[in-house]
């Protein structure tokens, strides 16, 4: 592991505790010994639900790779496509704006004999899909009730209003990378020369490099309009994305009816968290922490008041998200020491 994830992962851990802490701040009655016994007390079926929703989100982004990669020609099974998701999830997790998740997922899949090319292709596809589907989610709960973020803080509106922005541009920006290659080809270059005009790169090594950019690039397009014409495939891959993003927004509804706070308040805690995503969107802070807790808590005090929505919030943030963390980490580490053994006895 190299200094840079080390940094990250340290940052993440510092932020994590003061965002809790911060929670725990914001109620003067919090009580850890009350905590402890508002988890007990949690009918356990549903928190049963909420702990398969928070493996649901890891499982439905491996399917949807698997789905994505299958079309263009390399079949994967279930086991290696859970640890692709598992990848994503976790390196997301830790690093600003979501950075390290796809490139943790390019690993195993190359470590899987999938060409660079196809990978490229594949997790792209599979990053316009999940933002379409928070977008596709997010109008959906705009159109039913808006009216739960008209509640929340000014801040929190700002948040949901530029997250939504951001989200937009950035599938803009992924649909034109996959649709027009050189638009790709253009920015990969630029970044060669520029190398080159800084003497990071030689002429030489600068244009040996240009040169098999070229090749990678005729290959990306053919993957790419393979792509194309797999319309059954691409709206698999969404249906899969949303069921990933449902996943996720689940955890709460079940945490809320674990302590039978009434379908209606944990249906409006389900849309709540799809708000929570949009908003999360817009500040580059590793698994969005703070942020998200921020505009969780603020949904959830609208809904159940402030004592109690401090206890659900923890409790859900700590399934969907920290819960989540842990056991993508577990998967990953598994997965790494697997593929090591492996690759000495060949």
């Known amino acids: 592991m190299n200094k840079k994830k080390i940094f990250w992962i340290v940052i993440s851990i510092l932020i994590s505790g003061l965002s809790i802490w911060a929670v725990i701040a914001q109620s003067a009655s919090f009580s850890l010994e009350e905590f402890k016994t508002f988890i007990v007390e949690s009918d356990k079926r549903w928190v049963v639900g909420a702990a398969l929703c928070m493996f649901g989100y890891i499982g439905f982004e491996g399917v949807a790779v698997r789905r994505i990669a299958a079309a263009i020609g390399y079949k994967r099974s279930r086991i290696q496509g ?29 470590q899987d004999d999938i060409p660079g090319t196809a ?49 937009i541009a950035l599938a ?40 098999k950019l ?36 689940f955890v709460a509804f079940f945490v809320f009816l674990a302590h039978d706070c009434g379908i209606k308040k944990a249906f409006d805690v389900l849309i709540t968290q799809c708000f929570v995503s949009l908003g999360s969107n817009c500040i580059p802070i590793p698994g969005s922490i703070g942020v998200a807790d921020y505009i969780m808590l603020d949904g959830y005090e609208n809904i159940v008041g402030e004592e109690l ?13 920290y819960g ?13 020491v697997y593929n090591r053994i492996r690759r000495k006895k060949c």
Do not use: W
């Open 309 to 321: 929505a401090t206890y659900l919030e923890l409790l859900a943030r700590g399934i969907s998200f």
């Open 172 to 211: 803009v920006a992924f649909f034109l990378l996959l649709k027009k290659a050189e638009v790709f080809y253009k920015i990969c270059n630029g970044f060669l020369r520029f190398f080159e005009r800084i003497h990071i790169l030689s002429h030489h090594r600068c244009e040996k490099l240009c040169a």
């Open 119 to 167: 990978v490229t292709v594949t997790l792209l596809v599979n990053l316009i899909m999940y933002t379409l589907a928070l977008l596709f989610l997010g109008f959906i709960c705009s159109v039913f009730r808006f009216e739960i973020v008209l509640k929340m803080s000014t801040l929190s509106k700002v948040l949901i209003v530029v997250g939504s922005v951001v989200l």
């Open 214 to 249: 070229n090749n990678t690039m005729a290959e990306y397009k053919e993957c790419a309009e393979t792509i194309y014409g797999k319309k059954k495939m691409l709206f698999d891959a969404f249906v899969l994305n949303v069921l990933q993003r449902l996943s996720q927004f």
């Open 324 to 336: 989540c963390v842990v056991i993508s980490a577990i998967i990953i580490i598994i997965a790494f």
């Open 82 to 110: 859970t640890v692709y998701g598992a990848a994503d999830v976790y390196f997301s997790a830790i690093t600003p704006s979501a950075s390290g998740g796809q490139p943790a997922s390019a690993y195993f899949m190359l």
